[in-house]
């Protein structure tokens, strides 16, 4: 009989250990109530293994929780279409947003245009985010994030958008003028700022947010590491100075975590959304399409366009604008650009769902071919110049190259409350991301495709 009772008595004790390990606040670990997703624009996730490259607070970071190899990005490796898969969980086959904007066909045989003036609603198809934790009530913060212009699910918005002054939450604005965080004609002066000045206004307004509203929720978007690595290269002495410049920032908001007292209860997430490639040589697929007669150009502007390609740096979407004559316009095109130098590959829409893309036929923005570069080459929308490969003069490093291309992996960190210690992971997938910050945030992001890191989390039994 006593026994048994020890017996019993020693399995409610350990399914009592049990429970208090497997959860956070039982077992003394605060709880998460804050998430701050910090993306640096353009940093491989190469240069955390380079000793040369400045990046102690990235680093620092990276020692007190996790570290991946690397994250690999969606297709197209660009910018909107990745931030908006770190904060939707899936691809832009299901999320819509295949560039930095809206691509409109105008008709058959009229040129195309890309359309970056759209509001969150016209851009992203599923729910994000932002749109659940705003629904539980939590405030969410976003700072040059793309894809949020006029989003209602924010509470505080300071989106990446053409003119977004005029899009900047009206409040928000007069509080950092007030406050004196950034200057009194800022509405006018923000425009004529150098990509580095932007990145102090951005993080002045994100550490402002974390100090004063403490938002559930904050997204930061720094772009001045990009903007460097396209005019002087990855590895140059400006794209090191970047990257430092960056993590100065990265420091700067964990220390306005520490000044608002909610360190101990934040989550913070630091990653990137694409890698980076030097490219010496311009390919110009427009310039050949025009020599073919299948692109008019008047002056400094295409007029028609039965071929017309639209860059995204190492690939080229290609647009058939005539559906009367689109599969011989198809052949013509393929003839056109196979063997021709810098052209690696070109796909056709058998091979787009297997890359995370939607079908053309099913979805007007998709291209109806895309081209794919060697390394070392740079898709771009010049379409006078007489040959197809050219010098580079700008961009000398660009993305955009298909996910599968290992210099086209992300960044991925990740510390804080919720998040194990000490921990280095293999390769993951940029699709994790807002599953894993949904789970720590107590939030059902049902359209996600990807699964939660749950390997990372300290709630969750190993």
């Keep these: 009989m006593r026994n048994s009772f020890w017996i019993l008595l020693s399995s409610l004790l350990s399914q009592l250990l049990l429970a208090i390990a497997s959860d956070p606040v039982l077992a003394g670990e605060p709880e998460v ?11 491989p996730a190469s240069f955390l293994e380079d000793p040369a490259i400045p990046l102690k607070t990235i680093r620092h970071l990276a020692r007190q929780g996790v570290i991946a190899e690397g994250m690999t990005v969606c297709n197209p490796s660009v910018t909107w279409p990745n931030h908006t898969t770190l904060i939707t969980g899936a691809r832009p086959a299901e999320h819509g947003v295949l560039y930095n ?8 045989g009229l040129p195309i245009q890309l359309n970056s003036r759209k509001d969150k609603g016209e851009l992203v198809l599923i729910p994000t985010l932002t749109d659940l934790v705003s629904a539980q009530g939590g405030t969410v913060a976003g700072i040059n994030w793309p894809c949020t212009r006029n989003c209602s699910s924010l509470s505080i918005d300071f989106p990446d958008t053409p003119e977004m002054m005029k899009y900047t939450t009206p409040e928000f604005l007069e509080e950092l003028i007030e406050a004196g965080q950034v200057p009194d004609d800022l509405r006018e002066s923000f425009y ?4 580095v000045g932007r990145d102090r206004v951005w993080t002045d307004a994100a550490c402002y947010a974390l100090r004063k509203h403490k938002p559930r929720l904050t997204l930061v978007h720094l772009l001045n590491v990009d903007a460097s690595h396209h005019r002087y290269g990855p590895g140059t002495w400006a794209g090191h100075s970047a990257v430092a410049y960056a993590d100065s920032c990265v420091r700067d908001i964990l220390e306005a975590l520490d000044d608002a007292g909610i360190r101990e209860q934040t989550a913070v997430f630091v990653v990137s959304d694409h890698g980076f490639i030097s ?6 697929p427009n310039s050949l399409l025009r020599k073919a007669g299948l692109l008019t150009v008047e002056g400094n502007r295409i007029t028609a366009a039965t071929a017309q390609g639209h860059p995204a740096g190492g690939t080229a979407m290609l647009f058939l604008t005539r559906p ?9 095109v393929i003839e056109l650009f196979t063997g021709a130098e810098g052209i690696k590959e070109i796909l056709t829409p058998e091979h787009f769902e297997a890359l995370g893309m939607p079908l053309p036929d099913e979805y007007p923005q998709m291209g109806d071919l895309v081209l794919v570069a060697e390394d070392g080459y740079a898709f771009t929308n010049a379409f006078s110049e007489d040959e197809l490969v050219t010098p580079s003069s700008y961009p000398l490093g660009t993305h955009g190259f298909l996910s599968n ?3 086209m992996n992300a960044t991925f960190i990740a510390a804080g409350a919720g998040i194990r210690q000490g921990l280095e992971m293999g390769l993951i997938e940029n699709i994790q991301v807002a599953p894993t910050i949904a789970k720590l945030l107590n939030v059902q992001l049902e359209s996600a495709t990807g699964a939660p890191l749950d390997e990372i989390l300290t709630g969750v039994s190993q």
């Design 279 to 284: 490219t010496p040589k311009s390919l110009n």
């Design 33 to 43: 109530k804050h998430v701050v997703l910090i993306s640096i624009d353009g940093l």
């Design 192 to 195: 004529k700022l150098p990509p």
């Design 324 to 332: 009367d004559t689109r599969e011989q316009d198809r052949k013509r």
């Design 405 to 407: 291309n290992p210099r």
């Design 101 to 108: 904007g809206v691509l409109e066909r105008l008709g058959p």
